[in-house]
């Protein structure tokens, strides 16, 4: 083989083991560069795990209810009418069903009154204008469900239907007057003007007429 052709072969030999001198060196550098990435994808995971594993909010506590007196006339005002439809059997006797099954209903009104709506802690959070309507709501209520508790007679019924429309009106009555006071400007009342006043006014316009005339 002529020097030329060596030379050549001896050239072209030592590009060709650069090559695959370079190939082998990225290769060995991708394989030392893939841990780390391995590593990065693992982090974002624990720390997608831990963010994901944050206590929740804890709910808010909820506000007790103030004592609804709204309520307690709701109760009355279902009692008065269940009571009056009991004396319309009155005919029957008390042994009547459809009386018994009112007075079981009226029971059963004033029961939830009193364990749901007015309830001591209710009460105590009622507005002070309120609280006193609620306290004695409270114990007509009271008073009711011993007197249909104990009740025997026709006549005691007939009573006892009229005194708990009475305290209903009664109470219907307070309240409403109460709330209306405590709106923005309370309820407004016309102006009472007495009975000097009136005529002193009107005596003034009579003059101011009569100067107009000439």
């Known amino acids: ?22 190939v082998a060196i990225a290769r060995a550098r991708k394989t030392r560069i893939e841990p780390p990435e391995i590593q990065e994808e693992a982090s974002v995971t624990v720390e997608e795990v831990v963010i994901s594993q944050e206590p929740e909010t804890a709910p808010k506590q909820k506000t007790v209810a103030t004592a609804c007196v709204p309520c307690a006339l709701g109760h009355f005002s279902t009692s008065a009418g269940m009571l009056n439809e009991a004396v319309r059997f009155k ?33 105590l959070s009622t507005p002070e204008w309120e ?6 709501a409270l114990k007509q209520s009271r008073n009711l469900r011993h007197r249909l508790e104990t009740i025997e007679t026709i006549e005691a019924l007939e009573q006892v239907a009229a005194d708990t429309e009475g305290y209903y009106r009664s109470l219907h009555g307070e309240w409403w007057k109460l709330r209306l006071a405590k ?3 309370g309820a407004k009342k016309p102006p009472v003007v007495s009975e000097e006043k009136k005529e002193e006014i009107k005596q003034i316009a009579v003059d101011k007429i009569e100067e107009v005339l000439g």
Do not use: C, F, H, W
Request: without cysteine; glycine residues 10%; proline residues 5%.
């Open 183 to 185: 709106l923005p400007g």
């Open 91 to 123: 005919g029957e006797g008390m042994a009547s069903n459809e009386i018994a099954d009112r007075i079981a209903k009226v029971l059963e009104e004033q029961n939830t009154l009193e364990r749901v709506d007015l309830t001591p802690e209710k009460i």
């Open 1 to 22: 083989m002529d020097p030329g052709t060596t030379a050549y072969i001896a050239r072209e030999g030592g590009k060709v083991i650069s090559s695959l001198v370079r």
């Open 131 to 136: 609280r006193n309507l609620a306290e004695e």
